[in-house]
Each structure stands twice: as structure tokens, then as C-alpha cells.
């Protein structure tokens, strides 16, 4: 039985695999690969274009195959199956079995590079990495422009299939790393990776943790330091954003955009993002602590002003705090499930209720709604969407510290904090470190 | 992130843990005029152990201590280990026991000193388990970056009260000015001195350090050394301070700040010393499991550092009082003694010797 | 994913174990602002000035109590109250005079003990019965009750011809062999809160005298608290001192102590009456500084009580045994030469005669 045939056997119920034939002089050869993925009729333009007819007679057919893509006449069955699922165009001489894999005119099915969604820029290239694999590792590099960058690439999955893209700079890494996460990465390339859980799995990292092992960024720019830093960035096909391996401490409160203002204001900057990290965490906490626990702190008009402004509020500090944080995390939820057109109404409405209202109807007091206010302004300083999640979870552990031993609950939580994030290693790279990753 | 630094940090901020609670207390009980006198002797007590201690350590490079003990002579490494075992498992018992004491007179009158004892122990044990000593160093870093400004800060505005007069006389003339040597609670604020030195000879191995570094901070404690006996003595004088348990404590809590939001400075000096003490008790326990899995059994730490502070929480819970804990400090300034001399003398002694066999054997 | 399972169960039960055993909310504990105490053979009567918490209607709240101690007076109060009483925010300590006079050793002691009061709390002498000063206290409150907070608040209410003695200084003096203390004495005023009356002369924690407005001004000066006073000149002007420093020198000749002080007043003219020169003003000051200065020490040496820590210059000279005999032994015998150096920094937007 020829290829083609078998192919199209193998492909009988899926509508989209197209089988074509061509006449090019005396000789026919087959086109095939799937519709859906490849723009047919530019393709065959093109073939038509690549082979001229008068050249027939002085070249073998085959040849002029062999020369319009990669030759795999000798590949098993099951690798030209993937070639198609790839999007990938096979050209099939019967005469001569000659089989060829070329790259088509492919359909669009990505969008084109745009402005980053969940980073914003001010100070540096707005362009930012989406789901295509080629564009990411494309403008990788673009942006580094390094002899020594070398790109790696896997295919991980039996039934589901999935690209996943190493890229490091050989001159900056710390070989021992690259060779403990190569290592990891080869021996499992069965598994499959469809999101960044499936891919913790593939490196073998812990998982129940509450920081990230890697830092995800959008912005090529931050890849490419990361990279010119001795880090490993990875794409994984289909993820809009670059994995930067190991996450760092620095990863809280540095950008590389940072970098195109003058020294004093970067100084500045991360500065004010530490400060604004320390907020989030203590805000709430330092509110119940002080409130319930450890009033004699204050000075004695500003314990007068709380009591007076807790007057008749019915429950204890840490239920009213706990009330209006849920409701605060639920609001952040909500908008974004929320279409764009309605997500301002439920900002309004969350407005109200964690506003005034609340204060009104006597459930909170007027000073945990400014503390409401600072922590979830401050929350949004910290650099990267993973670690302000951190955040949002750590700050409820202070909080409930507070709540039972006040002030030195408070500082309790903090040690606790501080040596989790210096005991937290990925790969033996601890977390706490600035820039640039080294062993133990 | 300054690996270099993280020793002599953790170094200086244990002290600072122990400096300002019990020490100015004994200090001012053993002497009547002119402390600088003990202070300055401890100091250079301290400074000398130190210095026997540290060139011991860098004849023995990265190598681990315990085992060149062990293997040169089984009945020295006893003499030595075994004291100071039992030397730090007596000092985390009573650190963890005398603090919880203090947070309940300072600030949590209410809850029951078992759970602050509790909290003293969890945490360091934590420390401990999730990040090994290397961790530890670390979290002394981040520890160190978190609260010294806020202990600097009340320390610069401690000396809003005092009465310089108050030092005078400056110069000993009297022999009974040197009658602190006779006198036991002397031997007791030695502890802020020789308390934590040990450790720097078990980090070696795993975190590394210039040895010069740590004398210079050792130098830097001198002035912390001084403030806390003098902040009270110039604040208050000498008879008053030697009435009070904490006289720095109290001496602190007389600062007034009229633009601050906050009343009581006297909580942040506090709370940063007690996260500093958290730190000490975890390398107490650290130094604890380190001796016994390589002098004893290697026992996996997530047994042994669990096992150790159970340990010492039941112990904690049979002292009935602060007397009795200041008594057993008291008993505990022999054992001091013995290991603060005797573990550098060995230590250097030891590594003399495997010094020159190690030249000998690269010839 | 058992370790995590274990921490998370873990931080679950320290929280539910740990009852929050001093968690009280704020708004449930009455925070008295000023604690009145009187002594009558061997019983106390405690008033608790207490800002109430309302939102409407500001008022304060008088309670009072009597017992056999401070404490058991204040559980008492606590009990019988709606909320606790948590004397953490108590900024001012009135005694009354009977106190004072009694000794106020075991008062001060039971309060440096407590955890709960702090050292800085103002102590205060009220010259006249504690109640009814607490009673106008009540009745002229208009605001939310914290005049007598105010009153002795350095950015706030104080003012240099008022003594300023937290209650450390006051245990300091009870044990020091070199430093007694003044403490504020005040009644309820007629068109004002509170009015002053001068100050006490303390002497190891027992009242022996009494200092005028005047005398606490001069007193403030020469311990070198930084005050803007203003003092009446021989009718011939008023100035305000803008600073004073104060430079002493001292000497012990056999067994006499002798202290030479040059104090050094920076003032500027206020008004003047009769066009005086300003060469005049100067000298009658300087004068007036000494005179009053020198029957101020008298009064001082006579109630043997070191309200100006003048033994503090002699701890070099003194030996311990010594020193602890200073109040009866050598303050009576001691000499002080005052000079006074003035210096007029401005006259105000008036040129002045020279």
C-alpha cells in the first residue's frame, strides 16, 4: 500500500485531512496535511512556484522533491502522523516513495504580538510574548542577541502532544543547573504538559508550595536579562509567557524596565515596592493586633479615635478584618471573570459595600476600611501576578498570629516568613538571592 | 545574596538577642561604679576565646570539626563535646524558658506561658527543619535587613534622658571597684559574651566565612556592649537601675516621641530582640542536632530536631519560676566556664596537629 | 503533600488552641485618662477619669472607689463596669496633698511594677480634695475629657512655669542619693479646666515644700529645660527667655561642696515701661535672676531635698558612702555662686534705647 493511502486511512475520520493530487508535467505527486492548520490553496501555489516544469527534464523528480523540504522517506508511520498533526505538509512521490515534510503557508491561528495583559510597561518595549511558539523564542531572539544562546527543544506527551522550548546562554549558566534540569526534563518526556502544573511534575519540583519555583513574565525584555543573568527561560507551546527558572527574591521587586531610569529612581523604585510588600503582609495583622490585642502601642488619641469609631461593631477585630478581606478577594475574582463592559459595575457595587456602606450599617469600623484600602494598593506593587498571589495568601498567616498573640504574633509571623523564603530551593539554587542564581 | 556576611551578621544579631535583657541586670549587681571596668574585661574575654577560637577553626579549613575530634582521640572529643552539649541543650532550656518569662511580663500578661513556650520552640524548630543551617544563616540575613533599623532607631533616641554625671567617677580608685570578680552574678552576664561563639566553629562545612570578618563584628558589639548597662546607669543611676529586673527595658519605656503614632517604642526594641532570640534558639537547636548526629548517631534531622525540642519544651515545663531559672544560670556559668576555655584551647590544639599531619601527608 | 497536610493542620490548631487569651477589643476596654488617688489611714480612694466612648455626646465619665490598695480598688471598678478597666493609656497620676505628705514610696513602687502603667505617666500633686476637683473636672468637660492630658502634653497644654515629672523621675529620686524631684501641684481653676498652683518639693518621695509659679520657672531654667518663659522686670519690663544653658563648676574644699554656675539666658524684650535702657533691663534681670535664685536654693537647702541635682557634680569627688550621706551631710553646707550673663537677641519689631 502506498503512503498516501495509508495515510488517508489513518486519517478517515477526520474531515480536515485533505489529499491532493498534482500534475507537473508526466509526473503526479501527492500533497497532503490538513486543512484546518494549513492554507491549501497558497500552498499549492507555492509548490507550483518551487517546481518549474521545464526543469523536469534535466533533474530527476525525485530530487526536486528531496529539495523542497526535510526527506522522510525512511521515517516509521507514526512519525509522519505527527508530521501532519504538526501542520506540517507532506509531499508524496509514489514513483519514486519518496516522502518530503515542508513547511505551508500555514492559517492563522494566533494572534499577532501585542501589548503585554497582565504586566504594564511604562518605561520599556511593550511588545510581549503570546501562545505561539515561534513568535516567543522569535523574539527571544530578537532581543538577545548572543552567540552563545542556545535553544532546546522537546517534544513532551504520547496521545496529547506538546513542545516545551530550554533556552539558556552557555557562557552564563551555572552548568551543574542546566545539567540537573536537562536531566529532568529528558527523563520525562512521556508525560504530558499542558499547563504549568503538568510541567512542575516534569522538573520533579515540590508543588505544594506557596512561592513560585519559576517567575512567568511576558515581557522579552525581563527574559532576556533573566537569561543574561545565568537563568534558564523555557516556553511551553501554547503558554503566553516565558517561565524564567529558578524565581529569585529579586523577581518581588526588581523589572528590567527599572533599568531605563536614571540610578536613583531604580534605587527608589524597588525600594517602594519593598515597602509596599511589608504593607500587604503587616496592614491587616498590625490592624487586629493592635485593636484587640496590644492597644497600650498607640498613642492614646488614636485608641480613643478606633474605639470610638468600633463602637457598635458586634464581632471581634479578627471576624470583621477576615469579613472584609473576603470580600475583597471575591470582588478581585469577580472582575476578572467578569466581560470588560460589566466588570465596572461590580467595581461600583464593591465600591459601595466596602465603602461606605459597611461603615454605616455599623459591620466594620471606618479605620479597616483605610487599612482595606492601603493593603490592596499596596498588594499591587509587588512585580509578577505569582507573587502577588503569594502575598494575598500570606498575609492571612500574619493575620491569624496577630489575632492570638498581637504584636509578637505579628513579628512571629515575619521570622516564619523570612525562613521560609531563605530555606525555599529549586533545583539547590536558594530563593533568596539578587540577580544572578548560585549553587549552595 | 552576601554570603560572606551572613556569618558575621548572624553572629552580631544572636548577641544583640542576649545583650539587652538579663546582662545590664547582672552587670549592675556585680558593680557598684565604674561598670566599664567588667564590661570591658568580659570583653576581652570574649575577644580572647575568640581569637584562640577562630585561629583553631582556620587551621582545620572546610573540614568538619567533630569528625577530626573523633578520629585524632575519642576521649578527648568526649571531654570536649560532651560539655558542650550539655551546655547548649542547659542554655536552650533556660533561653526559651527566661524570654517566655519576659514576653509575659512585657507584653502578654494574660496567655499562659506554656504557649508562649511553645511559640519560642516551633518556630526555631521550623527554622531549623525547613531550611537546615544554610537557611538559618539566610533567615538571619533577612531577619537582620527586617528589624535592625527599627532597633537602631530606639537606640538613637534612648539617649533622650540621660545625665552624663551619672558615669562619674570614671577612673577605678578604689579596689573594691574590681570586687566584681567575686561576685557570682558577674559570672552569670559573662553568658552575653561567650553565649553563642560555638557555632563558628560547626559552620565550616556548610557556610562559609572569613574568619576576620567575625572578629570585626565582635568589635562592633563593643558599643552595644556599653549601652546597654550605661543607657539605664545615665538614665536612671545606679541605685535606681539595680532596683529593676529589666532596667534597659524600663529605661526604654521612659522615651517619649511626640510625632510618632506609637506610644511604646519599647515594643518594636522588643519584638526585634525576640525575633533575633528565635534565631539563637534555632541555632542552639541546629548546633545541638549537628553534635549529636556526628559525635552519637546520624540520626535523620527530621526525627532529631523534632525530638529535641519536644525535649526541651518538657523540660521547660518543670521550671516552676524565674528564680529557679536564674539559679540554674547561676550553676550553669561552671559549665560556661569549662567550654567557653576549654572548647577553643582543644580546637586549636587539634588543629595544630591536623594541620601538620595534613602538610605532612601533601609531602 | 503529607508534610504540607501537617504544617496546615498544625497552624489550624495553635490558632484554635491559643484561646486569644489577651485578646480583648478595644472598644470594650475603658481606658482611664487620668487615675486620682487619695490616702486616708491606710485606705485608698481611687477616681478614674475615663473619656467615654460615644459618638453623639462627648463626656467623660468619673468613677470612684475606695479600698485597702490601688489594685484591689481597680479590680473592684473593673467589675462592677460594663467594660475593663486597662490603665495602659493612663497619662496622669493625681495625688492628693495628705498623700504626698505621707509618702508616696509604696505608691510609686506598685506603679513602676505594674506591667500595665507606664513610667512616662505625669504625676501630679491636686491641692485641694480629689473629689471636688473631679467634680469640676465633670462638670466644665466639654470636650471629649482629655484637658488634663492636654494640660501636661509638651506640644500641647505646658507651659514652662509648670513642672514636668514623669513618674520615673520620681522613683529615681526615691533611690538616688543625688536627685530629688519637684511635682506639679493644680486645682480646679475658676474660669479655666485647671488652674496651677505651683509646684512640691520632693524629698525622697515625701512633699517637704512648696515652690511658686515663679520658682518652678526659675527652676526649669536652671535644669536646663528648654523653656520660653517670661519674666516680670522690676516693672520696668517683661522678657521671654528664648534659651538658657547653664555651665557649672564644682569644687569641694574641706567637706564644703562649692558650685559656681554661670547661667546663660538668651531673652527678648516683650514690653517695656518708662523707655529703660537696655543696659538696664540686662542688669535688673541679672539681679533678679540671682536673688530670686539664691532664695530659691535657701528654701531648697532648708527642706534638704536636691530638687537641682547639685550632688551630681560631686560623684567624682564624693565617695559612695558619701554620696548616700549627701541630702544630710554636705547639701546644707553647700555654697553656690550664680552669675548670670544675658544676652538680648532682639526687641521685637521695636528699636530699644541702648
Keep these: 500500500m502506498s503512503i498516501a493511502a495509508e495515510l488517508q486511512r489513518h486519517f478517515v475520520h477526520d474531515n480536515d485531512f485533505i489529499l491532493r493530487q498534482i500534475h507537473l508535467g508526466n509526473e503526479v505527486i501527492a500533497v497532503m496535511g490538513l486543512k484546518t492548520l494549513i492554507d491549501f490553496p497558497q500552498t499549492i501555489s507555492m509548490i507550483r512556484d518551487l517546481i518549474q516544469v521545464d526543469d523536469l527534464a534535466d533533474h530527476d523528480m525525485r530530487d526536486v522533491v528531496v529539495g523542497l523540504g526535510d526527506d522522510c522517506s525512511s521515517h516509521v508511520f507514526e512519525k509522519l502522523v505527527t508530521e501532519i498533526q504538526l501542520g506540517m505538509l507532506l509531499v508524496v512521490h509514489e514513483n519514486s516513495e519518496t516522502c518530503v515534510s515542508l513547511i505551508p503557508v500555514p492559517q492563522t491561528l494566533s494572534r499577532s504580538i501585542s501589548a503585554p495583559l497582565t504586566e504594564n510597561s511604562i518605561s520599556g518595549s511593550n511588545s510581549a510574548f503570546n501562545e505561539s511558539m515561534e513568535t516567543n523564542v522569535g523574539l527571544l531572539r530578537k532581543y538577545t542577541n548572543a552567540d552563545d544562546l542556545q535553544l532546546k527543544t522537546y517534544m513532551f506527551g504520547s496521545t496529547v502532544k506538546n513542545r516545551v522550548t530550554v533556552s539558556y546562554l552557555k557562557g552564563a549558566i551555572d552548568p551543574a543547573f542546566l545539567q540537573t534540569l536537562i536531566e529532568a526534563i529528558e527523563s520525562r518526556l512521556h508525560l504530558e504538559v499542558n499547563n504549568l502544573q503538568d510541567f512542575t511534575k516534569v522538573l520533579g519540583l515540590s508543588s505544594f508550595n506557596l512561592i513560585t519555583h519559576y517567575h512567568t513574565t511576558e515581557m522579552p525584555q525581563s527574559a532576556m536579562r533573566a537569561l543574561r543573568n545565568g537563568r534558564a527561560v523555557l516556553f511551553i507551546e501554547r503558554v503566553p509567557f516565558a517561565l524564567v527558572l529558578p524565581s529569585l527574591f529579586a523577581d518581588l521587586y526588581m523589572s528590567e524596565d527599572d533599568n531605563n531610569l536614571t540610578p536613583i529612581y531604580t534605587v527608589l523604585l524597588r525600594l517602594l515596592r ?11 495583622g498590625l490592624y487586629v493586633a493592635l485593636v484587640s490585642v496590644n492597644p497600650d502601642v498607640l498613642r492614646f488619641e488614636l485608641a480613643h479615635s478606633i474605639a470610638k469609631s468600633r463602637l457598635d461593631v458586634p464581632y471581634p477585630a479578627i471576624v470583621e478584618t477576615l469579613l472584609l478581606l473576603i470580600v475583597l478577594e471575591l470582588l478581585m475574582e469577580a472582575i476578572i471573570r467578569l466581560p470588560s463592559s460589566i466588570g465596572p459595575t461590580v467595581t461600583m457595587v464593591g ?6 456602606a459597611a461603615v454605616s450599617a455599623k459591620l466594620v469600623s471606618n479605620l479597616l476600611i483605610i487599612v482595606l484600602a492601603v493593603i490592596t494598593i499596596s498588594s499591587a506593587t509587588v512585580v509578577g501576578i505569582q507573587n502577588s498571589q503569594s502575598l494575598r495568601v500570606f ?12 504584636v509578637l504574633g505579628l513579628m512571629s509571623g515575619l521570622v516564619v516568613l523570612c525562613s521560609y523564603h531563605a530555606g525555599f530551593k529549586t533545583f539547590n539554587l536558594p530563593y533568596l538571592q539578587s540577580t544572578k542564581p548560585k549553587g549552595d | 545574596m552576601l554570603k560572606n556576611l551572613q556569618v558575621p551578621i548572624v553572629f552580631i544579631i544572636t548577641h544583640m538577642g542576649l545583650i539587652f535583657f538579663l546582662y545590664p541586670t547582672d552587670l549592675i549587681a556585680s558593680s557598684k561604679e565604674t561598670q566599664w571596668v567588667p564590661i570591658f574585661t568580659g570583653f576581652l574575654f570574649q575577644l580572647a576565646i575568640m581569637a584562640v577560637y577562630l585561629k583553631g577553626i582556620r587551621l582545620f579549613g572546610n573540614e568538619n570539626i567533630i569528625h577530626v575530634l573523633m578520629k585524632k582521640s575519642r576521649w578527648l572529643a568526649w571531654a570536649t563535646l560532651l560539655p558542650v552539649l550539655l551546655h547548649l541543650g542547659i542554655i536552650a532550656v533556660l533561653t526559651v524558658r527566661i524570654y517566655a518569662e519576659i514576653i509575659s ?4 500578661s494574660n496567655t499562659p506561658l506554656w504557649i508562649l513556650m511553645c511559640l519560642l520552640i516551633t518556630i526555631p524548630t521550623y527554622i531549623v527543619m525547613h531550611g537546615g543551617v544554610r537557611g538559618l544563616m539566610r533567615t538571619g540575613l533577612l531577619l537582620s535587613l527586617l528589624f535592625l533599623i527599627s532597633i537602631l532607631f530606639v537606640l538613637a533616641y534612648a539617649f533622650q534622658n540621660i545625665d552624663p554625671r551619672y558615669a562619674l567617677p570614671l577612673l577605678p580608685d578604689d579596689p573594691k571597684d574590681f570586687s566584681f570578680f567575686v561576685h557570682p552574678s558577674y559570672y552569670k552576664c559573662l553568658f552575653a559574651f561567650s553565649g553563642c561563639f560555638l557555632f563558628l566553629g560547626f559552620v565550616p562545612p556548610y557556610v562559609a566565612y572569613k574568619p576576620k570578618t567575625v572578629f570585626i563584628a565582635s568589635l562592633l558589639l563593643l558599643p552595644l556592649f556599653l549601652m546597654a548597662v550605661y543607657i539605664p546607669i545615665l538614665t536612671l543611676g545606679e541605685e535606681t537601675a539595680r532596683q529593676l529586673e529589666f532596667p534597659f527595658i524600663f529605661t526604654i519605656d521612659t522615651i517619649e516621641i511626640d510625632w510618632l503614632m506609637f506610644d511604646r517604642v519599647t515594643m518594636f526594641l522588643v519584638l526585634s530582640l525576640l525575633a533575633f532570640i528565635m534565631l539563637f534558639i534555632s541555632l542552639v537547636f541546629w548546633l545541638l542536632t549537628n553534635i549529636f548526629r556526628h559525635s552519637i548517631k546520624d540520626l535523620k534531622p527530621k526525627i532529631l530536631v523534632p525530638l529535641v525540642s519536644v525535649l526541651t519544651f518538657g523540660v521547660c515545663l518543670f521550671i516552676p519560676d524565674l528564680e529557679t531559672t536564674e539559679e540554674f544560670l547561676q550553676w550553669e556559668t561552671i559549665l560556661l566556664g569549662y567550654v567557653s576555655i576549654v572548647t577553643p584551647l582543644v580546637v586549636l590544639f587539634a588543629g595544630r596537629h591536623h594541620f601538620k599531619q595534613m602538610k605532612r601527608e601533601i609531602k | 503533600m503529607k508534610m504540607m497536610l501537617m504544617r496546615m493542620v498544625a497552624v489550624v490548631l495553635l490558632f484554635l488552641l491559643s484561646g486569644c487569651w489577651d485578646n480583648k477589643d478595644i472598644n470594650h476596654r475603658s481606658l482611664p485618662i487620668a487615675m486620682g488617688v487619695s490616702y486616708n489611714q491606710g485606705s485608698y480612694t481611687i ?5 467615654s466612648v460615644t459618638e453623639d455626646e462627648e463626656k467623660i465619665q468619673i468613677i470612684s472607689d475606695h479600698g485597702d490598695s490601688i489594685n484591689e480598688v481597680i479590680d473592684h471598678i473593673s467589675m462592677n ?18 498623700f504626698a505628705k505621707h509618702g508616696l514610696s509604696e505608691g510609686i513602687a506598685s506603679i513602676i511594677r505594674s506591667r500595665y502603667i507606664a513610667p512616662k505617666t505625669m504625676f501630679v500633686i491636686c491641692d485641694e480634695p480629689l473629689d471636688h476637683f473631679f467634680q469640676h473636672i465633670d462638670a466644665s468637660s466639654t470636650d471629649d475629657g482629655t484637658a488634663i492630658y492636654d494640660y501636661f502634653q509638651k506640644n500641647a497644654g505646658w507651659s514652662p512655669d509648670i513642672a514636668y515629672t514623669p513618674t520615673w523621675r520620681i522613683f529615681r529620686s526615691i533611690h538616688s542619693y543625688t536627685n530629688d524631684v519637684v511635682i506639679p501641684m493644680i486645682k480646679s481653676g475658676d474660669s479655666t479646666v485647671i488652674k496651677s498652683t505651683g509646684s512640691a518639693i520632693m524629698k525622697n518621695g515625701k512633699m517637704v515644700g512648696k515652690l511658686t509659679n515663679e520658682e518652678t520657672l526659675l527652676y526649669n531654667v536652671f535644669n536646663g529645660v528648654n523653656t520660653q518663659g517670661k519674666i516680670e522686670v522690676m516693672g520696668h519690663a517683661t522678657v521671654q527667655i528664648v534659651s538658657s544653658r547653664i555651665g557649672n563648676r564644682s569644687s569641694l574644699e574641706q567637706d564644703q561642696p562649692r558650685l559656681r554656675s554661670t547661667v546663660h539666658l538668651k531673652i527678648t524684650v516683650m514690653d517695656t515701661r518708662g523707655n529703660p535702657s537696655m543696659v538696664l533691663i540686662k542688669k535688673e534681670l541679672q539681679e533678679l535672676v540671682t536673688r530670686e535664685f539664691m532664695l530659691l536654693f535657701q528654701k531648697v537647702q532648708k527642706a534638704g531635698a536636691d530638687v537641682f541635682g547639685l550632688g551630681q557634680h560631686f560623684r567624682d569627688d564624693l565617695t559612695r558612702p558619701q554620696l548616700a550621706r549627701w541630702r544630710t551631710d554636705y547639701l546644707p553646707n553647700m555654697k553656690v555662686d550664680l552669675h548670670v550673663k544675658t544676652i538680648v537677641r532682639n526687641t521685637g519689631n521695636l528699636k530699644a534705647r541702648k
Design chain 1, 274 to 284: 519593598l515597602f509596599g510588600i511589608l504593607t500587604t503582609l503587616i496592614a491587616p
Design chain 1, 351 to 356: 465600591g459601595i459595600v466596602l465603602g461606605q
Design chain 1, 395 to 406: 498575609k492571612y498567616l500574619l493575620l491569624f498570629l496577630a489575632a492570638a498573640f498581637g
Design chain 2, 105 to 108: 511580663i512585657i507584653f502578654l
Design chain 3, 47 to 51: 477616681y478614674l477619669d475615663i473619656p
Design chain 3, 81 to 98: 463596669m460594663e467594660s475593663q478597666v486597662d490603665l495602659l493609656h493612663l497619662k496622669v497620676i493625681l495625688v492628693d496633698k495628705a
